[in-house]
């Protein structure tokens, strides 16, 4: 597979948009050979991709598309160090801007100005190349593309479709995780090139604003977030904070995450006498400096901590000694296996987002047996009282009402956490295809 460098040669630096409505998407036969799957994405299963849920969300969904049989692809911004195309069984790596992110080691989205144009200019005309000789064969393909710096290559995509005139055997989505961007895209073009997708109905309302009407197909899980953590970290972690509410929030540092909502949280469980401790792990982002002078104003005692070793073993080695902290800020990152050590040992895990698309992170809190906080903006999935706690305003002694009344009544919330994992597998990647991705593809064919 030629790297974008090289492909460059084929790319159009400006094109024509072609009007016209969307073509039909094909039927997709479950089992088919003939399908294949190609979902475009910033974001990648490289730790150089790493950023969010976006991350998480395709992974998640191209490794259960490629278990399920299907021949599927994947196109990032990946790692420059490794190959340009790594395949796994039916999945193919497709690592796109290694040329430009050599010398922007500091992830996905370091020097994603010059990033974003070379991916809308290069991948299409490749991704078409690709598509055309499947199509030439007899096979049907969908496109899946992610976030706004794919919104313009889908338009590019789609042009180059048309004149290939092939456009009726591929079909496309664009879907939108978040708000980020959203003034960058021409929506109206974009509704005319690909079906256009959303992971919450608490999303779909927002666009609506934006003159479309996406459809809702949800973030799923993959098969580790129900692996139970190991019993030794567990019962360390356990050890470390007994008699105290350990309360866990990961989020990048972002005002609409609810970090300073949280300090008040935690000030109040400390002024009624409940020994808390808040996990915090949060991102590079400045806000963390906002937080952190918000703990100490609020006279909560905060350290850092890092990671020794890897693995949950160090992560709750990072842990010990913290009898006179209210709060540790975790600097190190936390692999998924370690965050489920941490979900689960917590009294809860505040998923407490002003915003949130979807919440992840409290889906996650469930896999893993978890007590999961949510806000006030709607997760479809959070049922208050029944699998998850769900914070109806901004006042801390609500919370502290709550984690008071379960602490006093451990069968409701051993309930809770049951209910929750009962949850969380309807969300598991193979029922969110089969279920919803599948059935809306075949709908879609049929108009």
Same mark, same amino acid.
């Given at each position: 597979?030629?790297?974008?460098?090289?492909?460059?040669?084929?790319?159009?630096?400006?094109?024509?948009?072609?009007?016209?409505?969307?073509?039909?998407?094909?039927?997709?036969?479950?089992? $088919? %050979?003939?399908?294949?799957?190609?979902? *475009?994405?910033?974001?990648?299963?490289?730790?150089?991709?790493?950023?969010?849920?976006?991350?998480? +969300?395709?992974?998640?969904?191209?490794?259960?598309?490629?278990?399920? $049989?299907?021949?599927?692809?994947?196109?990032?911004?990946?790692?420059? #160090?490794?190959?340009?195309?790594?395949?796994?069984?039916?999945?193919?790596?497709?690592?796109?801007?290694?040329?430009?992110?050599?010398?922007?080691?500091?992830?996905?989205?370091?020097?994603?100005?010059?990033?974003?144009?070379?991916?809308?200019?290069?991948?299409?005309?490749?991704?078409?190349?690709?598509?055309?000789?499947?199509?030439?064969?007899?096979?049907?393909?969908?496109?899946?593309?992610?976030?706004?710096?794919?919104?313009?290559?889908?338009?590019?995509?789609?042009?180059?479709?048309?004149?290939?005139?092939?456009?009726?055997?591929?079909?496309?989505?664009?879907?939108?995780?978040?708000?980020?961007?959203?003034?960058?895209?021409?929506?109206?073009?974009?509704?005319? !090139?690909?079906?256009?997708?959303?992971?919450?109905?608490?999303?779909?309302?927002?666009?609506?604003?934006?003159?479309?009407?996406?459809?809702?197909?949800? #973030?799923?899980?993959?098969?580790?977030?129900?692996?139970?953590?190991?019993?030794?970290?567990?019962?360390?972690?356990?050890?470390?904070?007994? #008699?105290?509410?350990? *309360?866990?929030?990961?989020?990048?540092?972002?005002?609409?995450?609810?970090?300073?909502?949280?300090?008040?949280?935690?000030?109040?469980?400390?002024?009624?006498? /409940? +020994?808390?401790?808040?996990?915090?792990?949060?991102?590079?982002?400045?806000?963390?400096?906002?937080?952190?002078?918000? %703990?100490?104003?609020?006279?909560?005692?905060?350290?850092?901590?890092?990671?020794?070793?890897?693995?949950?073993?160090?992560?709750?080695?990072?842990?010990?000694?913290?009898?006179?902290?209210?709060? *540790?800020? /975790?600097?190190?990152?936390?692999?998924?296996?370690? +965050?489920?050590?941490?979900?689960?040992?917590?009294?809860?895990?505040?998923?407490?987002?002003?915003?949130?698309?979807?919440?992840?992170?409290?889906?996650?809190?469930?896999?893993? $047996?978890?007590?999961?906080?949510?806000?006030?903006?709607?997760?479809?999935? !959070?049922?208050?009282?029944?699998?998850?706690?769900?914070?109806?305003?901004?006042?801390?002694?609500?919370?502290? $009402? *709550?984690?008071?009344?379960? +602490?006093?009544?451990?069968?409701?919330?051993?309930?809770?956490?049951? %209910?929750?994992?009962?949850?969380?597998?309807?969300?598991?990647?193979?029922?969110?295809?089969?279920?919803?991705?599948?059935?809306?593809?075949?709908?879609?064919?049929?108009?």
């Amino acid at each position: 597979m030629a790297s974008a460098a090289q492909s460059a040669h084929l790319c159009e630096r400006a094109w024509p948009w072609e009007s016209g409505s969307s073509q039909g998407l094909p039927v997709v036969h479950p089992h $088919g %050979a003939a399908t294949h799957f190609h979902v *475009v994405s910033f974001e990648g299963p490289d730790s150089y991709s790493r950023a969010g849920g976006i991350a998480s +969300r395709v992974s998640g969904l191209t490794e259960a598309l490629a278990n399920r $049989g299907f021949e599927t692809h994947l196109w990032f911004v990946g790692d420059p #160090n490794l190959p340009g195309h790594e395949a796994k069984g039916q999945l193919h790596l497709h690592r796109w801007c290694q040329w430009i992110s050599q010398y922007h080691p500091g992830g996905v989205y370091d020097g994603e100005e010059g990033k974003v144009p070379d991916f809308v200019a290069s991948l299409p005309p490749f991704l078409t190349e690709v598509l055309l000789q499947h199509a030439r064969e007899g096979g049907q393909a969908v496109v899946l593309a992610e976030e706004w710096q794919t919104a313009n290559a889908v338009l590019h995509l789609d042009s180059l479709l048309r004149r290939a005139g092939v456009r009726s055997q591929i079909g496309v989505l664009w879907n939108a995780n978040n708000t980020f961007g959203f003034d960058r895209i021409d929506w109206e073009a974009l509704a005319q !090139a690909a079906t256009v997708t959303t992971v919450s109905r608490y999303m779909k309302h927002l666009m609506r604003s934006r003159g479309v009407d996406p459809i809702v197909i949800p #973030n799923g899980l993959s098969a580790d977030a129900f692996e139970p953590p190991p019993r030794g970290p567990m019962t360390e972690l356990c050890r470390h904070v007994r #008699n105290r509410i350990m *309360v866990t929030k990961i989020a990048r540092w972002d005002p609409d995450k609810g970090w300073v909502a949280t300090i008040g949280i935690v000030r109040e469980l400390k002024r009624q006498g /409940l +020994r808390p401790l808040l996990v915090a792990r949060g991102g590079v982002e400045p806000h963390g400096a906002d937080v952190l002078a918000a %703990a100490a104003e609020a006279g909560l005692r905060v350290v850092e901590r890092e990671q020794a070793q890897p693995g949950p073993a160090g992560m709750v080695d990072a842990l010990e000694d913290l009898e006179g902290a209210d709060m *540790v800020s /975790l600097r190190s990152p936390v692999g998924a296996e370690s +965050r489920r050590v941490l979900l689960r040992g917590s009294a809860t895990v505040l998923a407490n987002s002003h915003h949130e698309p979807f919440g992840l992170v409290g889906l996650e809190t469930m896999a893993a $047996g978890g007590l999961a906080c949510t806000g006030y903006s709607g997760e479809d999935y !959070a049922v208050p009282g029944r699998n998850a706690v769900v914070l109806q305003t901004g006042d801390p002694r609500e919370f502290v $009402g *709550v984690i008071r009344r379960l +602490r006093e009544n451990p069968d409701e919330e051993r309930a809770i956490r049951r %209910a929750g994992r009962l949850t969380a597998r309807q969300y598991a990647w193979p029922e969110i295809i089969e279920r919803c991705l599948m059935p809306r593809l075949q709908l879609l064919a049929a108009h």
